[in-house]
């Protein structure tokens, strides 16, 4: 045998070592890729409505979903968590979702879901940033959820000049619409 024909054998036997070396990790990288955890469970009237982490432990990607149908997805949160839940509203059963950053930029951002009959609406992301809000029933004239927050801002902007504190912003969901209601203007003219 000449040394070129061995020297191609170890070539042929190296890259088959490799390539059995790196075959489980490959297959377990796919594996952890795949990989779903549900975190927090509802049980509503439609069926169970979970918070599902997509991609391990160490993901940042989140489902809600409502049975196996993704109703959302979350890129980038650290959290996800259901923040409160009111099941007997004529409106149909409302959920509250949480969306944590994990920063202190805007740590959390909220969203409604409402479930009816044929499945579930989810409003848009809303909040000023603040992490807990207060959430009120309102059940007379007409039913609403109002969630008042508190007007975020972080500690060093209080340091900077001509700093104001920003103004409370409140939100109303009422038959499945959600709508901010803007803060009066507590200065008068001519004053």
């Known amino acids: 045998m000449t040394t ?3 020297g191609m054998k170890w ?31 509802l049980t509503t009237a439609a ?4 918070i599902v982490r997509v991609g391990g432990e160490d993901g940042l990607e989140w489902e809600l979903r409502l049975g196996k149908k993704s109703l959302e997805s979350f890129g980038g949160a650290f959290s996800v968590h259901f923040v409160a839940h009111f099941p007997q509203l ?3 059963e409302v959920v509250v979702v949480s969306v944590n950053s994990g920063g202190n930029a805007c ?3 909220f969203r409604v879901v409402r479930v009816v009959e044929n499945g579930a609406q989810v409003s848009g992301e809303f909040g000023d940033c603040a992490d807990s809000p207060t959430i009120t029933l309102k059940q007379l004239p007409e039913e609403e959820l109002s969630f008042g927050f508190p007007g ?11 700093f104001v504190k920003p103004a409370p912003t409140t939100y109303v969901y009422k038959k499945g619409v959600l709508k901010e209601l803007k803060a009066a203007n ?3 003219r001519g004053r």
């Open 152 to 162: 975020y801002y972080q500690l060093w902007q209080t340091r900077e000049p001509g």
């Open 4 to 6: 070129e024909r061995r």
């Open 47 to 50: 069926g169970p409505l979970d």
């Open 11 to 41: 070539d042929v036997f190296g890259l088959a070592c490799a390539l059995l070396l790196l075959a489980p990790r490959a297959a377990g990288a796919r594996a952890s890729a795949q990989e779903e955890k549900v975190e927090e469970t």
């Open 90 to 92: 004529s409106m149909g």
């Open 107 to 109: 740590p959390s951002q």
């Open 186 to 188: 507590t200065k008068r």
